[in-house]
């Protein structure tokens, strides 16, 4: 990382549901917690607890310089609601196979 810029990744056993109009998107207990300086925390679900059936792929990309590049899926009536790092940089190697919504309930 960039000096003054961190981010760290630890296990949440918490559980972590991501919902869209009632319909639960995801589901875990095995969520990890991203913090990075200047942003929320994030929680990364594995790819095994989303409904990836719900979601589809979007032509979005992002490019983060600390994360690698984003894609992105989305649902009819809610464009790039998740993303992940399907090759993210090696300093946060952990997130690989997990999936990221903008919003999710913390229980």
């Known amino acids: 990382m960039t000096q003054g810029h ?11 549901r991501a919902v869209h109009d ?3 998107l995801a589901e ?3 969520a ?21 059936d719900l979601l589809t792929p979007s032509e979005t990309h992002t490019y983060c310089p ?4 984003a894609s992105y899926w989305s ?9 992940a790092y399907p090759d993210p ?12 919504f903008y919003e999710v309930e913390v229980s």
Request: glycine fraction near 4%.
């Open 32 to 52: 990890l917690a991203l913090r990075e300086t200047g942003c929320p925390v994030r929680y990364y679900i594995p790819e095994a607890d989303v409904r990836m």
């Open 22 to 24: 009632g319909r639960v």
């Open 6 to 16: 961190t981010i760290t990744i630890e296990r949440d056993t918490r559980r972590i």
């Open 75 to 83: 649902l009819p009536d809610a464009s790039d609601l998740v993303w």
């Open 28 to 30: 875990t207990d095995r």
């Open 66 to 69: 600390f994360k690698g590049t």
């Open 89 to 100: 940089k090696p300093d946060v190697a952990e997130i690989a196979n997990h999936l990221c």
